[in-house]
């Protein structure tokens, strides 16, 4: 069964500085998504990056960017100058052409620290 | 604003009573889904719609029922709450049928019951 492992249930980085947000997955499928998710005290689920597993490039979205190392089944999400607006919970998924669903980890929490 | 739209933003139940949760979308999106969220839990799906006259159950259906009205609309029902069910639902949706795990969903902004 497919599954999505977040191992840092909080976190917290300096205002300006990067962090580093693990993920990893297991699954046996070869043809599939991974995402991150953003969950901002407002409650809304904003979709902040996501990687094709065929695509070795990793995926950028201005400060955000991905380290996707398939053999490992690791997809970590770097934020780098960290500010205010970045305090969140963050949610890895994983999707797959078998099932039109998609899952998710139990979250980190990213805390900013001015 | 173009998007998914759902009400109640809050409600507080009485065991044993009934509700339905409204979701609207705008977007002329194929496909859509029910999360639940709880802290520690991520999300988890309860049922979704790959198109419009097609319901199918997730990974923690029981104890509640869908209905996909027409493209724009897809409601969740509890029958009955159980205290169990209090917890942050997310409607959201995906604009190829079948294709919601390549693009990802649009959410709507959650509804948080609580059932006392």
């Known amino acids: 069964a497919q599954t999505v492992t977040q191992s840092q249930p909080e976190m917290s980085v300096q205002e300006a500085e990067t962090v580093t947000l693990s993920c990893t997955y297991d699954t046996s499928e070869s043809d599939y998504y991974l995402f991150w998710y953003k969950q901002p005290p407002s409650r809304q689920m904003i979709l902040v990056i996501r990687?094709?597993?065929?695509?070795?490039q990793n995926a950028t979205e201005n400060r955000f960017s991905v380290n996707f190392q398939k053999a490992a089944k690791s997809f970590s999400l770097k934020i780098s100058d960290s500010q205010l607006g970045d305090a969140a919970m963050y949610f890895c998924?994983?999707?797959?052409?078998?099932?039109?669903?998609?899952?998710f980890g139990k979250g980190t929490r990213l805390h900013i620290l001015p | 604003n173009a998007g998914v739209t759902q009400t109640p933003k809050f409600q507080v139940l009485k065991t044993g009573q009934s509700m339905t949760l409204q979701c609207a979308q705008d977007m002329n999106h194929n496909s859509m889904y029910w999360y639940r969220q709880d802290p520690g839990m991520g999300l988890r799906l309860i049922y979704y719609?790959?198109?419009?006259?097609?319901?199918d159950k997730g990974e923690v259906p029981n104890g509640y029922n869908v209905s996909r009205l027409n493209k724009r609309e897809f409601s969740l029902r509890l029958e009955s709450a159980a205290p169990s069910q209090t917890s942050v639902y997310f409607c959201?949706?995906?604009?190829?049928?079948?294709?919601?795990?390549?693009?990802?969903?649009?959410f709507g902004s959650g509804t948080r019951l609580t059932v006392v």
């Open positions: 998924a994983y999707g797959w052409n078998r099932d039109d669903k998609i899952i």
């Open positions: 959201a949706s995906s604009e190829l049928a079948g294709a919601g795990w390549v693009y990802g969903y649009t």
């Open positions: 990687q094709e597993a065929y695509k070795q």
């Open positions: 719609s790959a198109s419009e006259g097609t319901t």
